[in-house]
């Protein structure tokens, strides 16, 4: 088979198409024929080797979809259409940079959909992070206001949709004011353009702040962001798009306002269930969703598809088609 391997951490450029052997299955494993995969900001620092435990050389990719090659257990059938995602996949074991990935029986969502295996290939962890950080970590509730640190990231992109269709007020940042109508095209009530001081100017439109906060920037920005929320507002924090993963100074009674709460979200597949998956993606299908894809690329253009992630240029979500 054909698989995109990561020789050792580094830049883009570490990333080989390689001719492998196709993967054999074990027990209480599948074998998925892989059509689409989404890029994740996470596989870039695995890529620069900031991913514990992780050895190269290594194929890399936490999701795919696909159709069963081989399932010794019978659970499914040859051609089933799924999902895979987390789990140790493209980190502990190959994951879905290839033709052929094996994974685990549970982290395998079966789906029924006749969408392009591009929009397909957009969706699982993207929509597991979204959910996950929504409905479990900030637990929004209809009415609520809800500020999106990173809005036009594509979870921010698909953060927004969902929390207008629980109606929610929605409240995306970006940096770019090219991207503003962007955003409101994307069903945001109010943009703000992010220059690291968003609570000032999020104060300007809610004095009280707000009942909630995605955090999709990560600790550059979180302290501010903590300054927008309401008495026993949640802030929750969920990516890392500033690239960095660690805070040098942080005074919880200080920088946490009182009554304050603040969380994060680190879903893995069992924070998804086949018929959330299967729902999502008739949503999309009958058009209350919009996934937006940015860009699609070829296996062999991995190269250029990381380059591309890592340039912050995409408005939505890069898909692989394979």
Request: a negative charge.
């Amino acid at each position: 088979m054909k698989a995109a391997v990561t020789t050792t951490a580094g830049k883009p450029e570490v990333i080989q198409v390689q001719e492998r052997p196709t993967p054999t299955v074990k027990d209480a494993w599948i074998l998925i024929k892989i059509k689409a995969f989404g890029l994740n900001r996470s596989e870039i620092f695995t890529r620069q080797g900031d991913s514990p435990n992780v050895k190269f050389p290594r194929i890399q990719g936490i999701e795919c979809v696909g159709e069963i090659e081989e399932d010794p257990s019978g659970t499914f059938k040859k051609g089933q259409k799924v999902a895979a995602l987390m789990g140790g996949m493209g980190r502990d074991f190959d994951g879905g940079y290839a033709e052929y990935a094996t994974v685990p029986l549970a982290i395998a969502f079966p789906f029924e959909s006749n969408l392009p295996w591009t929009t397909l290939g957009a969706i699982p962890e993207m929509f597991q992070t979204v959910s996950g950080s929504l409905t479990q970590a900030l637990d929004v509730q209809k009415a609520e206001t809800l500020l999106i640190r990173g809005g036009t990231s594509s979870i921010g992109m698909l953060a927004c949709q969902l929390a207008k269709h629980y109606g929610l007020t929605v409240i995306s940042t970006t940096r770019n004011n090219d991207k503003e109508k962007h955003l409101k095209d994307n069903g945001a009530d109010y943009v703000l353009i992010d220059d690291g001081d968003i609570s000032s100017k999020l104060k300007q439109l809610f004095p009280d702040g707000v009942d909630k906060v995605l955090e999709l920037i990560g600790i550059s920005t979180l302290k501010d962001s903590l300054k927008c929320i309401k008495p026993k507002g949640i802030v929750c924090m969920t990516g890392i798009l500033g690239g960095e993963w660690t805070m040098k100074e942080f005074t919880p009674m200080g920088d946490i306002p009182s009554l304050g709460r603040l969380t994060v979200y680190m879903g893995d597949a069992v924070n998804l269930s086949k018929t959330l998956l299967q729902d999502f993606i008739d949503a999309v299908a009958d058009g209350s969703i919009n996934v937006t894809v940015d860009k699609v690329f070829k296996l062999d253009d991995i190269v250029a598809a990381h380059t591309y992630m890592e340039s912050n240029q995409a408005k939505g979500k890069i898909v692989v088609e394979v």
